[in-house]
């Protein structure tokens, strides 16, 4: 059972937006502003999208934003393209300077 | 742009000690933070742990007592073992940059290898 409870999946279709929660605890996302957020594509390693809750690595489409309200963090993807159809996982630090992962969020692109 | 490569042997037996390097090109292994996190076949991420350059680390609590991390800075390597391995470590493990203090998260990945634990 991972620390971070992420939904399962979540769909959309082209042009609109969706949101990806990822709910810890006060011993992680909701006392730190550290949560980062991974785009995975089938048999690839994870790339980074999001860093400190909501910054974006460069390179990496403004159309993706993170965001956190207590103890829940958010990756929100506007615009949704069908190059966006990923796995996606949140990652927060946590009390004792360990990192904790959600279990992962499967992106469909109808 | 710095790059990782994860190497070493792609089956374990059981009971034995899995070891995998790393090996960074591009940039220098000084100054950062490098993890370890691993993957089970059809499953989530799972952090491992982190070394700094230094050789100072922190261990994932639910695998301390079974794994070493260690660097060689002249290298610009860092490898990870697993000791007494059992069929629930077969994953693909990723190496990566950060993990540490004003580093918490990871960039880049290595591209991953899998390893098999079995007989």
């Known amino acids: 059972q991972s620390a971070l409870t992420q939904p399962a999946s979540v769909s959309g279709s082209p042009g609109q937006s969706i949101a990806i929660s990822c709910t810890g605890t006060?011993?992680?996302?909701?006392?730190?502003?550290?949560v980062s957020w991974y785009q995975q594509h089938p048999g690839k390693a994870p790339k980074l999208m999001i860093y400190?809750?909501?910054k974006r690595p460069s390179g990496v489409s403004n159309r993706f934003s993170g965001s956190k309200s207590g103890n829940t963090a958010s990756l929100t993807i506007s615009g949704l393209q069908a190059e966006d159809e990923a796995d996606y996982y949140c990652?927060?630090?946590?009390?004792?300077?360990?990192?904790?992962f959600g279990g992962g969020t499967k992106l469909t692109v109808l | 742009q710095v790059q990782l490569q994860e190497s070493g042997p792609g089956l374990v037996k059981p009971s034995e000690t899995l070891s995998l390097t790393c090996t960074v090109s591009?940039?220098?292994?000084?100054?950062?933070?490098w993890s370890w996190i691993r993957q089970p076949p059809g499953k989530g991420l799972e952090w491992i742990g982190y070394?700094?350059?230094?050789?100072?680390?922190n261990i994932n609590p639910s695998l301390k007592s079974r794994v070493t991390i260690s660097v060689d800075t002249s290298n610009n390597q860092f490898s990870l073992k697993l000791n007494s391995v059992t069929a629930a470590d077969t994953a693909v493990y990723f190496c990566?940059?950060?993990?540490?203090?004003?580093?918490?998260?990871?960039?880049?990945w290595g591209q991953g290898t899998l390893v098999t634990v079995s007989s």
């Open positions: 990566a940059r950060g993990g540490g203090r004003g580093n918490f998260w990871f960039d880049p």
């Open positions: 591009g940039g220098s292994i000084s100054n950062f933070y």
């Open positions: 070394m700094y350059h230094s050789g100072s680390a």
């Open positions: 006060t011993s992680n996302v909701g006392n730190y502003n550290l």
């Open positions: 400190e809750g909501s």
């Open positions: 990652c927060s630090y946590a009390t004792g300077s360990t990192l904790v």
